[in-house]
């Protein structure tokens, strides 16, 4: 015989709300059983009727288990506290970074020379200024590469200078 589906709902009829209680709570209270037995878990469970009558089941101490039902909860509140702080931060961030993005991007499109018909003379100015900074910079490090290469390519030039008229020597 096949058992009909229950539709969950309340049951009005309170004789029979109060049978189906007295059956579902006893199979709970025999299921937390079965799971502390087998499966060594802390359990409790707490049921209150419609009347305020209470029934419980506690595999330990029920009131060490609600403190630590209590405390991890509320570490994992101020866990979802910390981490939705970080997400309010890192979003905070990324609009700064895109920001500075599009400036720099900006920036790099006037100096290309694209873009340069919203600038006013100030700012054309300024940018002359940093390319003529920026081309100094460029020059100097390009004379300093020189310079090193000369001085190794005289290192070189004494020492096969020096080979040579070993060479003769002999």
């Known amino acids: 015989m096949v058992r009909g589906k229950i539709q969950m709902k309340r049951i009005e009829n309170a004789t029979s709300r109060q049978v189906t209680f007295s059956k579902r709570r006893n199979g709970l209270l025999k299921k937390a059983y079965e799971l502390s037995v087998l499966c060594d878990a802390e359990v409790a469970v707490i049921i209150f009727s419609q009347k305020g009558r209470l029934y419980e089941f506690a595999s330990s101490d029920i009131r060490e288990t609600i403190e630590r039902y209590s405390r991890y909860a509320k570490d994992v509140q101020t866990y979802k506290r910390d ?18 993005i599009e400036i720099l991007e900006v920036s790099q499109r006037k100096l290309l020379g694209q873009g340069l018909g919203s600038c006013s003379m100030e700012e054309l100015h300024e940018m002359d200024s940093q390319l003529e900074r920026s081309l100094s910079s460029v020059r100097a490090r390009k004379a300093q590469l020189f310079n090193e290469q000369k001085r190794q390519l005289e290192a070189k030039e004494k020492l096969l200078l020096e080979e040579n008229a070993r060479l003769h020597a002999k």
């Open 83 to 100: 981490m939705e702080y970080q997400v309010l931060h890192l979003k905070h961030e990324t609009a700064e970074m895109e920001r500075k």
